[in-house]
């Protein structure tokens, strides 16, 4: 059973490197050829999901040992796979949505001519996202991390002739990068302070480390979720990352690789819970993202774009959740799984919406497209209900809880977290609202695109709906399975471990109280955009509205904090290498071709000044021989 | 007499025909100067010998004469050639090669 | 001993036997300048001189294989010469060098032949007023200066005399007997005389006013010991004279004679060596006489200088080393930095190299001043590397040629890579050992003064010297990149296919560079026998 | 006497050298195949000294040794042997040969108005001097005694030199007489720098021989000797002395490496230089120096290296960061590259002096992983380069979409510089930054910064070059042509397979860390909590 995990880990890569080198042989079967191997790791999962099952609660892992792989001296780093609930949840998020996105993408990219390595490049990241969670040594996970940071890479620049993609997918990389720090620097701390990195030795051992230590690995675990899970600071990469072909965008920056840095964080609770401070910023980290990507979402006229203030803002919730400890692990992972699918599947309608539309993405030139597009409607419409957290649909439950875990949080600080994510679940209803309104109902906005052409839309083919559909749903129906009898609960418990938090504030009214903001948030939305026409032109907005439109100004400042400097600065540096570094050598070459020329005028070509040298020497070499002797 | 002011006497000698050297511009009148630098050392070669009481000093002023003469003739053969082409026996002529 | 009856010299004709040979036939070849007809002279004298320092080379390696170099070592002459190993090593580089040299001499393909037959680099008519009628005449004949070759005689004899002196008196008579041939030699080259015949003036005017300064030395040096001999001197120095006389002990006493007798003589030495700061004639003489000559003075009269200084240094006044050391650091150093700073802007080839073997001489010297056995084997051994690599040099500047003879002047050696890349890739060679790259010949020179420094305790000497190579290295690369890197011009010179005889030169040149780099312990072991003076 | 394998192997390319040279003017492609062919023989030599090199414990430190007399007046044998280090340097340098040659195949034909000189043969030269360069580097390798290793360390310059003066890539700037100056002033910049640190080099290997002659009465440079006499307690060098003779050593190895501040002839050689010469330069020449830290440095003066660690360190520090920030500021292509260099042997230094066994051994790894990698992004720049004519990252733009493989494999050797995980480069700079870390946890916190400005830099390079719109001239830009794919896609292959699983390398590497460590008396630092786990057991 164990081996199965190396070829539910191989099949998508095997796909990735036959397509990549296969070349253009492959164009006409390569997009089968992936989806088929994304499939085939799919089925593996749920043969090993119901291995799993079969088994009691802590005998649920199983491990699996390929190779050794990098072993120095004291240091063992080893190709090894660890598959216990936590990982088994993520592994199937990833390979259902998975191969429904790959499905998806057939008629999504079916016009686009290097579709064959658009599905290479979608098993790299099934790959490298599987790696990521199977992994069972933080250098292993590093991979897979930075894999999927490749894959994103590649896909956010998927259309790399256009400039803005480019640097969409380039500044995506980079920022993740300046998180990777953080792993790398949390991966030398506990090979310093336990001597290895495989997650159970060094989570085992966490009590056993100073607090000081931990707190230390906690905070870099947090700057490297950060930068993957995009949470301020490091979120500025998620909006542009919508460059991508909006498979992609509901893939990898909705669905999966987002919220690995939920799963980082809760795969490391043991150091958590020892490091209190470190949970404290997770927790702080994860409250300021939820509303700033709600704020930005409110304001963004670019559907994708909207959506990914979304996603950051959802990770949020996850983030603080993880934040809490053992009271809102599990909820956080319950979230991030439901979050998958419905965002998933409102990705996919938007991809859906843009298909129909020229490629258009202001949705102030959409306007009444639930008729022409009924499928993208319904299913869109159901992935809507259950991220606002209508009731009894998958983002009630896991959002519920959440907040109920912020409250159990107690005191002043459980007041705080509880209100700040009920202003958030008011804000993500007034936002989701708006982009329904906006897209499916009201007055035809369409302008033709810049070819002159006008959309006609209609709905898509059904390699594209049929996913929606199933995530669809996903959306409606797993919350409720979830929640049932707390399987989900019990499913993770062994791993994360759970308590049960006491809050001032009962079960029923947080759930009283988030349905009541989610109203005031839809009623808000739908007194602007719905009572009254959208106007095709943005108007110009308060201050707030138009910080939210740049990102809160996140970008202006990253220049001006950053670039502008790292600019001036490697052009001085430039300059000093020239001049000064190079100018000392080249100096020192021109001092002596100075000297020399000096030096060789004393050459006059005159025999007699000749004479005089030689009887200058000859009576310094006397002197000096005198001079000796004296001394 | 004491023979150390032939040393002196020497000295001056060997000093003059140093300085004329330097000084002079005619090749013939330095290499007159050089003469007399040697002829200085033969005068000292004899003082020294005479104060040693040994004849080495004697016989080294013999060879010593016999050179200069080999010199003079090699010498005067290299100015003259060099009068002959450029009409002037100025050694400060004789300067194309520099730098 | 009864005044009116002279004791007959004892002379040791074998151990004296190589010098001899090459007197013998200088004397032979003026002799045939007298006799002979013109056609006969060129072949009788190369026939007479090669085969003459052939012999005299066999002779010393004759002598070296009976020992004289080690233990058989001996004070021949009345006490006036010594064969000991550096003497026999010395001449042996010397008479090698000499026979080299006369087949660069003897070179007649290089110049336009005219009427009468091929001719050489030398003045067809040397008394001729350059550009004048006789001179063009002379030409038109196709005259040579077939004289040459028993100056060269002459001239490698006294050098042969130089290494082996012991005592003042020869030491002056050899200085003068290898001086006076070369002021000659210098003056006769048959283009661009002007130059030449100013080099020889030069050359003659500071040689004579540096040798009137050596016998001022040498006449201090009698002053103070009473004595001419290496020995005798050394003795007295050290304060325990043979015999001890009424004069002698006024004199002893007085150590400013020593001082700058010793200087003086030192300084007399250093000038043939060409060390700072009595270099200044090096690169005009260089450039001017013709350039086999510059090849052969170059290497000759370094080796036989150098073998005189070391026994100056070791044999007479090691007594006082620890007052010419320092002094001599100092000379060592300046030549060293001086040699090798001044030659970064020159742009003639000759001139350059003048520069560098003043530069080279500091390296030498620096050698020499380790006062041990394996600082004078490190010496000969840089000697004899040094040697041929200079006339493989020289000989190589010979064949670059454009209309008005030798082209010299650096810029007319741009992309001499590329016309003539065997060639080039010599030269290359030659500089690259002058620069003292690993696997010349160059480098185990430079290795092994440097090590002998530092064994002695020289550590700053090296490291002065390793920086000044650095600096040396600069312009021997600046040559290479001329050579290798530019277009060569379209009026540039060509490479003028020599005779059989400036080959050989050349090729055995590049042998010896190559294998006293590659493979030198056995020449090391040669060096090291012959690291002892006899006293 | 069993068959002097490392002589062979440093003997075939200095053999192929000769009869590639000699190969008439006319028969350029023999001269290729030829000296492709020596190239390829080496490889094989190479392989046969991995495969009988021992790797079990209790097996010799140095391997394959030979022994003869040579100059034993300096006391200098031809003392050669390797270690795990060495063998697998060789291995890289057998290895990127071939490669190198197939890249530079028509580098070095001669223009059309010189075919008629029959005398000039610049690709016989061009080759010739490769495999020249390939040997020395190989000898100096193997070298075990110092001086033999000093002289391989500088003969090795010369060829190089004319390498770079010789055969500058044709996109550089002309002046009037069609000759690149830069080019001529890189490659005496290039000899000069190495020259002076190697001369500097020399006043130590004399002042080296000075004190063991006179501690052990005969002088050695034997370094197996010297070894052992410090193991006994026979020699036993002043403080001073030791200090003097490290620094001189290590300046050599320095300018070598290149270290700040001692690196600016290295974006001049490599901007000047054709590619495959700049990928000699950078991927093999200057690995002796870093090479040459591990093995003498360390081995013979361990209590200087401890002296000198904290300034090594920083100065390695300033590498690293100076180098990526120049690289982000460079306009050429090659000079990017160049400065890229400089930043990654800031991290092998950092490793080889972190004295621990994971900074060691990564270091080691470094070598070999920046070797390939280097070379895979250098030479597909060449071709690049080659193609239209011009160095300058601004004359690019949109070659993906002209040119996709030739992007490909530009990206995956980009990949592979920043260190992405899956490609050698990885696994290297995290056991650098691992034993720098356990011991330095500063200085490895300040290095990981290179990981970021690492992926700016070449993700920049890639983004400028490669993406957005096509550039004007840029049009009908040929992709990669077989001959240029075959000599990239094996070095993209060998980097993921030792990303993937370097155990090989490291098994051959790992004891021979392990004597340089106990040369210098340091053992790795232990983890502040023993895993419960372990502790149970």
Redesign the interface.
Known sequence: MESLIGLLVGAPLLGAALLLVGGRRLDRVGHWLATALAATSFVLAAVLFSDLLDREGEERVLHEHLFSWVPVADLRADVAFQLDQLSMTFVLLITSVGTLIHLYSIGYMAHDERRRRFFAYLNLFLGAMLLLVLADNYLLLYVGWEGVGLASFLLIGFWQHKPSAATAAKKAFIVNRVGDIGLSIAILLMFTTFGTFAFEPVLDGATGASEATLTGIGLMLLLAACGKSAQVPLQSWLGDAMEGPTPVSALIHAATMVTAGVYLITRSGAIFDAAPDAQTVVVVVGAVTLLFGAIVGCAKDDIKKALAGSTMSQIGYMMLAAGLGPVGYVFAIMHLVTHGFFKAGLFLGAGSVMHAMNDEVDMRRYGGLRRHMPVTFVTFGLAYLAIIGFPYLSGFFSKDEIIYAGFAKGGTEGWILGGVMLLGAALTAYYMTRIMLMTFFGEKRWQPDAHGHEPHPHEAPLTMTIPMIVLAFGSVFAGFLFDSGEAFVHWLEPVTGLEHGDSPVGHGTVGLAATAVMVVGVAGAWFQYGRRPVPAVAPTGRLLTRAARRDLLQDDFNHAAFVTPGNYLTRGLVYLDHKLVDGLVNGTAASFGGLSGRLRRVQNGFARSYAVSMFGGAALLIAATLLMRAV | MNPENYLFLAALLFTLGASGVLLRRNAIVVFMCVELMLNASNLALVTFSRMHGNLDGQIMAFFVMVVAAAEVVVGLAVIVTVYRSRHSASVDDASLMKL | MNPGELEAPDIEWVALSPSLIVFGAAVIGVLIEAFAPRRARYPAEVAVSALALAGAFAAVVGLAADGRAGSEAQIAGMGALAVDGPALFLQGIILLVGLVSVFLFAERRLEPAGHGGPVDSFAAQPAAVPGGQAEREAVRAGHTTTEIFPLLLFAVGGMLLFPMANDLLVLFIALEVLSLPLYLLCALARRRRLLSQEAAVKYFLLGAFASAFLLFGITMLYGYAGTLSYAGIADVVAGRPAVMEPGLASTMGNDALLLIGGAMVTMGLLFKVGAVPFHMWTPDVYQGAPTPVTGFMAAATKVAAFGALLRLLYVVLPGMRWDWEPVLWGVAIASMVAGAVIAITQTDVKRLLAYSSIAHAGFILSGALAVSEDGVSSVLFYLAAYSFVTLGAFAVVTLVRDAGGEATHLSKWAGLGRRSPLLAAVFALFLLAFAGIPLTSGFAGKFAVFRAAADAGAMGLVIVGVLASAIAAFFYIRVIVLMFFSEPKADGPSVVIPSPLTMSVVGLAAAVTVVLGVAPQYFLDLANDAGVFVR | MSFPLLTATALTPAIGAIATAAVPAARRTAAKWLALLFSLATVGFAAAVLLRFDTGAGADRFQLTESR??????GVRYELGVDGIGAVMIALTAVLLPFLIGAGWNDADEAEH?AA?R???PTQ?FFALMLMVEAMVIMSFAATDIFLF???F??M??PM??LV??FGDRAGELDE???SRQ??YA???F???N??GG??M??AV??L??AT?DQLGTGTFSLQAILQARASGELDLATGTERWLFLGFFLAFAVKAPL??L??WLPNAMGEATAPVAVLITAVVDKVGTFAMLRFCLGLFPEASDWATPVVLVLALISII?GA??A???RDMKRLIAYASVSHFGFIVLGVFAM???GQ??ATLYMINHGIATAALMLVAGFLISRRGSRLIADYG?V??TAPVLA?TFLIGG?ATLS???TGP??SE??V??GT??RY?TV??IA??G??LA??YV??L??RT?????KAGLEKLPDLRVRELAGGAPLIGLLIFLG????PL??IV?PA??HTLSDVDQT???????????AAE
């Open positions: 007399s040579w100059i034993e007046d300096f010189e000189n005398r000039w043969r030269g000093y002289i391989f500088e003969a310059l010369i030199y004319f003066g010789g007489e069609g000759q080019r001529s490659a005496v910049k000899l000069l720098y020259l002076a001369l500097i020399l006043a004399i002042g021989y000075v002659a700040w501040p690196h600016t100076y920030l120049l982000l500021g460079q621990t066994s994971q051994s990564g949109g993906q979409k490909g990949l992405l995980p899956g990885f696994v995290f056991l930054l691992v870390f356990s946890e490895g916190v990981c910064a990981i970021v992926a700016l993700l920049v890639y983004q490669m993406t957005g719109p096509v993937v699983y370097p155990k490291t098994d790992n860390v392990e790795d630092p232990a983890p502040h909590v023993v895993p419960e786990v372990e």
